[in-house]
């Protein structure tokens, strides 16, 4: 297997039925990602980013093309690919602990002790910094406390590829800061892929290898691919100082905001 | 402790206090204007002691202390709502669950849902050949509808992010069932339970003024044909009593099993 394209999207579209008729969000989408690689999709508010990882996720099926993932179709959702939802989607009626446990269970359930996945329980929401936490529920937890469990569970089951929906986009600065680090971490410790939507050109550029920035909708596609080459491990108070960081984000800018202004004359 | 802690207790144990007084109030005016054919609220309160001193004599099928009368409505209340819990509680998981099963049923529910029970009474009578049955029909068929749309209600209205969950997490189906689905209708199902229950508690004193027998509905009707006015007064106090209490324990039941939602 050619590990470039651990993921590879060829030829995708979607096209949405509503109430005005066929609405078509993506198309022509063209993209692989290599095993390891950390992927930022960009654009504004309706370019279809969601849509892009609900198709990964397999949540939803293209309307045209293919998507392969280690070399299979992906043809449903699966716990080798993880989701960290934008709104956490926490089951409230379940402690921490015990929506960790769910994934963990449906994957290693078969092959493994009680007191073996309690053990992966614990260590996951170790990692997170979260097991004062474990048997609280969600609703007893702060936003970025639940975001951060989110995360975990996502983690736990050793997912090829994590993807994740604007994960921090509902926390404030501080707390969002915090957690890219502690994302930044993880994710050197785990050599996960990861895909994350989001619209924060600098969480975009802090932890990407690879900026995928998409045309406005409808229809909407690629419109360029940027390849971060900035050195790992990255310290976001060195990089403010940085003129190829600089370079980085003015790129993005410039395609977000010049080339894809016209987003309100458009809507 | 201050003289200022004492407030808050006064400010919620006084309006009630008042509420009770005017009540009590009216009702004197009232005896007094019809020349006691109500009877005062004195008279009805001795008569109440009376009442209750002996709850559950027993002179008769027809003579019973009230006691009895209302631990047998209860009973009654209980069997109907029971077999409607059962059959309605499923069926709206399965109406709620598949829209084919949904479309289907739901003109008949809406047909059938704003007729009288009391309309049901004698095709109880005539299915089941006996007062007792037939008033459990009643009830079962008042109690079954808040249930079955509630529940079905609840089912449409799982949160499509929890549904997603089960989704990447590959849950089996009993799994979606015991740790997503239940959970989060529960708060519905229990809406209807209380809507059921209540119903059923209105209905019940109408359906046994029909059927006879014991029950505090029929106990209502004897003290009328007896022309015990003061026992159908103590009557409606207790029927409101017993019905206080049921809608209280659900309530009660309710908020315990109800959690933050997905989107706080």
Known sequence: MNADKFIQIQNVEQTFKTAKGLFPALRDIQLNIAKGEFVALIGHSGCGKSTLLNLIAGLTMPTHGVLLCANREIAGPGPDRAVVFQNHSLLPWLSCFDNVYLGIERVFGKTESKAQLRARTDAALDMVSLSHAAQKRPGEISGGMKQRVGIARALAMEPKVLLMDEPFGALDALTRAKLQDELLEIVAKTQATVVMVTHDVDEAVLLSDKIVMMTNGPAATIGEVLQVNLPRPRSRVELADSAQYQSYRKAVIDFLYTRQGHVEKAA | ?264
């Open chain 2, 1 to 264: 402790m201050g003289t200022n802690d004492w407030r808050p207790f006064w400010l919620a144990v006084l309006p009630p206090v008042f509420g009770f007084a005017l009540l009590v109030c009216i009702w004197a005016l009232v005896s007094i204007t019809t020349r006691g054919s109500i009877p005062s609220p004195w008279e009805t309160g001795l008569q109440a002691i009376d009442v209750f001193s002996d709850p559950f004599y027993r002179k008769g099928p027809n003579d019973q202390g009230v006691g009895w009368n209302v631990l047998m409505s209860l009973e009654r209340v209980a069997m109907g709502f029971g077999l409607a819990a059962l059959v309605g509680i499923p069926a709206g998981f399965v109406i709620g669950r598949f829209t084919f099963l949904s479309r289907m049923f739901n003109p008949l529910i809406s047909l059938l849902r704003p007729v009288s029970p009391l309309a049901w009474l004698p095709i109880g009578l005539l299915v089941f050949k006996g007062a007792n049955p037939a008033a459990i029909w009643t009830i079962f068929i008042c109690s079954i509808w808040p249930m079955v749309i509630n529940t079905a209600v609840g089912v449409q209205r799982v949160p499509q992010d929890y549904m997603n969950v089960a989704r990447v997490l590959n849950l089996s189906e009993w799994k979606i069932a015991t740790t997503i689905l239940f959970p989060a209708v529960l708060p519905y199902m229990l809406t209807g339970v209380r809507l059921a229950v209540g119903t059923a508690w209105l209905v019940i004193v109408a359906a046994e003024m029909l059927t006879g027998g014991v029950g505090i509905g029929f106990w209502v009707w004897d003290e009328w044909n007896n022309l015990n006015v003061k026992n159908i007064i103590i009557a409606i106090f207790v029927i409101g009593g017993v019905g206080l209490i049921l809608e209280y324990a659900l309530i009660r039941i309710a908020t315990a099993f109800t959690y933050e939602d997905v989107a706080s």
